[in-house]
């Protein structure tokens, strides 16, 4: 059974229910997102990816995603307070 859950354009996205943003959905579709993620920029995410949504928070099981794209959620905010 296929778990349903609401996602919405804007809501921000999350590796872990109390860890910390990395990104945001520009874009849903039937079976996947489209996140920006800082630093990286643009990518797809399967929806399947997707563990919880409430209070505009997406939590992604972060395991299922691509190597490159772990790596740039663990630097997403390597750049913050750089001038």
């Known amino acids: 059974m296929t778990k349903r859950v609401q996602v919405n354009v804007g ?24 996140i920006d993620i800082e630093g990286l920029g643009d990518i797809v995410v399967p929806a399947a990816a997707v563990t919880a949504a409430h209070d505009q928070k ?18 997403a905010h390597d750049q913050e307070g750089q001038p």
């Open 11 to 34: 809501d921000q996205v999350f590796g872990r229910e109390d860890g910390e943003v990395f990104g945001g959905v520009r874009e849903v579709r039937r079976n996947e997102l489209v």
């Open 58 to 75: 997406v939590i992604l099981d972060v395991k299922q995603l691509p190597q490159e794209v772990r790596d740039a959620i663990a630097h």
